[in-house]
């Protein structure tokens, strides 16, 4: 596990971008959520080969626990998981000033209105439907942290 710098969870700055713990090496922080171990090890291959330091969890129990242990700079989700589901580990980092300033792309088969809306209604920052390119993927995701820098 690695250290993240001095905690900034309290910094708001001027430019409404949410504030955010970084590593003390600059590397940005990735924590993965999903029961699919074949889709979870795609994205973290894919996120460590573009330079991310990557976590990953199977369930949102875990998921959740881990991104308040490492409070990262972005959680990608999956919707549908045993326990807590995607939609629920949002809400509750949303709702924790830990975790209050992580981007969440939540990565799913649910491509309906009404399953975005509701992503996006429970704090997603980005939603990506299932099946999903990797090129896309590393696109949503360098254009979530260029957001938040």
């Known amino acids: ?15 409404g971008t949410r504030p955010r713990r970084r590593r003390t090496d600059g590397v940005i922080t990735v ?5 699919d171990p074949d889709i979870r090890a795609l994205v973290a291959m894919k996120l ?11 369930d949102g129990e875990t998921g959740l626990a881990l991104a308040l242990a490492e409070q990262p700079d972005l959680v990608v989700l999956d ?5 807590l589901t995607g939609i629920e580990v949002c809400r509750m980092l949303r709702d924790d000033p830990r975790t209050s300033g992580t981007a969440v792309l ?3 088969a649910r491509a309906q ?3 975005i809306e509701r992503g996006f209604a429970a704090g997603a920052d980005d939603y990506l439907v299932k099946p999903f390119s990797v090129r896309e993927l590393a696109g949503r995701v360098e ?3 260029a957001r938040v820098r």
């Open 48 to 58: 460590e080969n573009a330079g991310y330091a990557v976590s990953v969890a199977s």
């Open 79 to 83: 919707w549908m998981m045993p326990g």
């Open 1 to 15: 596990m690695i250290a993240a710098s001095e905690d900034h969870a309290g910094d708001h700055p001027a430019d």
């Open 143 to 145: 254009s979530l942290m």
């Open 106 to 108: 939540l990565l799913t």
């Open 113 to 115: 209105e009404e399953d």
């Open 31 to 35: 924590v993965v959520v999903d029961d």
